[in-house]
């Protein structure tokens, strides 16, 4: 796909650093000439003078909220040809190229601003999908430096946007959504490529939801999506029971949370072996994805008894308030965050002292892929599974962390391999099962 081909200037590592690699930021992007620094952000050099007229210009208008109207139009007349100057696309292959002695920060800015124009034309929206392209290809060459440089937008900002434009496009105008709160480089390349993965991940769910049998082809599909239809009911966890991780003496409401949910979002359950009588479970579902899953549920008309809530694991701190959850359960879906130790972080956060968080997760789902879409950033295993206290991974090309050292004393971590529960899966393939036991 053409978001797919956007990566194609990251290399396909094939080592696995025992620490935090070090090196050169050039490391991070293999782009023949070019070395990162602030340059990519500065633009002072005397050939940049455009660039750095743009910045002024441009920072007016955020300043006074005039991005808009015959402002916008203005600003994208005198800067478009500029973009094409040092930035073209491959139409036939979908490679954007950039060329290394650009200012990309200021074509970054130019391709928002066009952006912005397009929307606001008649027939754009075809022009603002060209200028996206080129936001987020440009926008890797200078994510390590733009939210301290003077230019007016934030990385932050820019793929909130973005993610505006995913979900809505039709009706897409550029807004600001203010500073980014990280300045963690790293973080935010994840982020970045993270987003770019959005429309692959959404046109996946939008053929999975389908009772179309020419979109959606095998019959069992279109069955999971009639049956929770009609009643929510859909398998959605891998244990016998989630009763046993939960307190049924407790004189409150039990509830579950359901993080990364996707489209399909189940009903409560009942634990019938409660002490005195039966205890009703609630389930609330969270997805990263969830305000694009709620269009598709218009698109095809449904009426889903269930629907999950707009909350990506890595901010369920501003979702719900600390100790909310008896049991977090994520399945199949924490490896596809941008920050999955911090989504453990945050899983932690909003379950009860003594509560567990419970994660399932295919073993090594990033290697097939080569860790370049960007949803299969991370994958999961074990280290040393033979060991009576075997620790759980998190890694990629570029990071290890060692989750079981990491929450010690705040949390007890117990891993093992399983075989994988799918009855279509190899004989091979191995399953995460991770239970972090709040402290």
Not at 12 to 25: K, Y
Not at 292 to 320: A, I, M, R, W
Not at 334 to 343: E, I, K, R, T
Not at 350 to 365: F, K, M, W
């Amino acid at each position: 796909s053409s978001l797919a081909a956007l990566l194609f200037s990251m290399r396909r590592l094939g080592l696995i650093c025992l620490v935090p690699c070090v090196g050169s930021p050039a490391q991070e992007v293999d782009i023949p000439g070019l070395t990162r620094s602030t340059t990519q952000c500065d633009c002072d050099e005397d050939h940049h003078g455009h660039w750095r007229e743009l910045r002024r210009r441009a920072s007016d208008a955020v300043s006074t909220r005039s991005l808009h109207g015959d402002t916008v139009h203005q600003l994208c007349s005198e800067w478009f040809p500029a973009i094409f100057q040092v930035v073209s696309m491959d139409y036939e292959s979908g490679n954007i190229v950039a060329s290394p002695d650009a200012c990309p920060s200021g074509v970054t800015t130019a391709c928002i601003i066009c952006a912005e124009s397009a929307a606001e034309s008649e027939d754009g929206l075809e022009r603002v999908e060209t200028m996206w392209s080129f936001i987020l290809h440009t926008l890797d060459l200078c994510v390590h430096c733009l939210d301290d440089s003077e230019w007016p937008f934030t990385v932050g900002g820019i793929l909130e946007s973005y993610a505006d434009f995913a979900a809505d496009p039709e009706r897409w105008r550029w807004r600001n959504h203010g500073s980014d709160s990280t300045r963690d480089t790293a973080r935010l390349r994840f982020q970045l490529y993270w987003t770019k993965g959005l429309g692959s991940e959404v046109g996946f769910w939008r053929e999975r939801l389908s009772l179309d049998p020419a979109v959606n082809q095998e019959a069992l599909h279109r069955q999971i999506v009639l049956d929770w239809l009609a009643s929510g009911s859909v398998s959605w966890y891998h244990d016998d029971t989630l009763c046993k991780y939960m307190d049924l003496t407790a004189n409150r409401q039990l509830r579950v949370l359901n993080s990364g949910s996707g489209p399909f979002s189940p009903a409560g359950f009942v634990c019938q072996d409660a002490p005195t009588t039966p205890r009703r479970v609630s389930v609330v579902s969270t997805d990263g994805l969830a305000r694009h899953y709620h269009k598709v549920y218009d698109e095809y008309g449904y009426e889903p008894p269930f629907t999950p809530l707009q909350c990506p694991v890595e901010q369920l701190q501003s979702c719900f308030p600390p100790g909310h959850f008896d049991v977090a359960h994520m399945r199949n879906s924490l490896d596809h965050a941008y920050s999955p130790f911090d989504g453990i972080l945050q899983l932690l956060a909003v379950t009860r002292s003594g509560g567990y968080v419970i994660l399932r997760h295919a073993r090594n789902e990033g290697v097939p892929g080569g860790f370049v879409f960007g949803l299969h950033q991370w994958s999961f295993d074990i280290h040393d599974y033979k060991a009576p206290d075997p620790h759980f991974l998190i890694w990629n090309p570029t990071t290890r962390i060692d989750v079981t050292e990491e929450l010690r004393g705040l949390a007890e971590v117990r891993t093992e391999l399983k075989r994988h529960p799918s009855p279509d899966a190899p004989a091979d393939e191995r399953y995460v099962w991770v239970d972090i036991r709040k402290l």
